[in-house]
């Protein structure tokens, strides 16, 4: 629905701009082919409907629609600095938005991906610094860390910085700082040497 609304209101912005006819057409293509800033301008603006609607085929998916729209836009804008009559317009065109919009939605996906993995380490170095916790009587240190998890002891301490990040960011940081000491709950105390370890 948000989606929608947001096609609507974008399209109700830009009914004030004239769409390309096949004669106008034409002859900005040619301007824009000689270099023509305000031809350029002009085929741009005029192509902005049929980009909304290219990127409209991606309307479900990882991003929302609003930052494929500025990604598709901005690549319709060098697609026509990029022009010079060499092939036609609308395969140019179409190539280059598509080629942002499904990058833009690659890189989001390999992101996500990078995100899930972290956070899945994140939970193993949890209950292994619980686990160690419970069998030394006393918190891991980062070397036994490292070892019982088969990671360096930087890449523990990676680890251990983006569970501290996500808590500050998620606003629970002072919240665990003011638990009681012998919360065994408490991933930033329990187990985890954070002041040796950092």
């Known amino acids: 629905m948000m989606e929608q609304d947001f096609f609507d209101m974008y399209l109700e912005e830009m009914g004030d701009i004239t769409p390309l006819d096949s004669n106008e057409k034409g002859s900005v293509l040619e301007g824009t082919a000689r270099g023509d800033a305000g031809a350029r301008s002009r085929l741009v603006e005029g ?16 991003l929302p ?18 022009y010079d009559g060499s092939e036609p317009w609308d395969e140019l065109m179409t190539r280059r938005v598509k080629e942002s919009v499904e990058l833009a939605l690659e890189e989001q996906r390999t992101e996500k991906q990078i995100e899930e993995t972290m956070a899945a380490r994140v939970n193993v170095l949890q209950t292994v610094s619980q686990v160690l916790a419970k ?42 700082a003011s638990q009681d000491e012998e919360d065994t709950s408490n991933p930033v105390r329990n187990g985890w040497n954070l002041e040796e370890g950092l």
């Open 47 to 62: 192509c902005l409907r049929e980009v909304l609607e290219m990127v409209r085929e991606y309307g479900d998916s990882e």
């Open 65 to 82: 629609l609003s930052d494929l729209v500025q990604e598709a836009n901005t690549a319709l804008m060098l697609a026509a600095i990029e």
């Open 135 to 176: 069998e030394l009587g006393r918190e891991a240190t980062l070397e036994e860390l490292s070892s019982k998890m088969k990671m360096t002891e930087d890449e523990v301490k990676d680890i251990m910085k983006l569970a501290l990040d996500a808590l500050t960011v998620n606003g629970e940081g002072q919240a665990a």
